[in-house]
Nanobody, 121 residues
Framework: QVQLVESGGGLVQPGGSLRLSCAASGSISSANAMGWYRQAPGKERELVGAITSGGRTSYADSVKGRFTISRDNAKKTMYLQMLALKPEDTAVYYC???????????????WGQGTQVTVSQ
């Protein structure tokens, strides 16, 4: 069982920046992949971006060039650096970690509780 705790959300003006953190209770170096998702009011949860165990990243088109995902295995923490924030980035941001059991191949999926990001004047 892995617990994930997000932090760093808040209120920021358009054009501003924030850095979200996702602290894990266990090792993240063995995670198959980790990702950031967001959910705006009245909308479905969407993938913002992800990072593989090998450090390869991918992003939604809406955030490419503005958001950067990184991970520090020693600190058991994943980050989401967000620049040039727009009002449409307003959402609850969730971190996710996926582990695959070596013997069974079973997928284990963990979620944080979310952190609110509000982009407004």
């Amino acid at each position: 069982q892995v617990q994930l705790v997000e932090s760093g959300g808040g209120l920021v003006q358009p054009g501003g920046s924030l850095r979200l953190s996702c602290a894990a209770s266990g090792s993240i170096s063995s995670a198959n992949a980790m990702g950031w998702y967001r959910q705006a009011p009245g909308k479905e949860r969407e993938l913002v971006g992800a990072i593989t165990s090998g450090g390869r990243t991918s992003y939604a088109d809406s955030v490419k060039g503005r958001f950067t995902i990184s991970r520090d295995n020693a600190k058991k923490t994943m980050y989401l650096q967000m620049l040039a924030l727009k009002p449409e980035d307003t959402a609850v941001y969730y971190c996710n970690a996926q582990y695959i059991a070596a013997l069974s191949g079973k997928l284990y999926d963990y979620w944080g509780q979310g952190t609110q990001v509000t982009v407004s004047q």
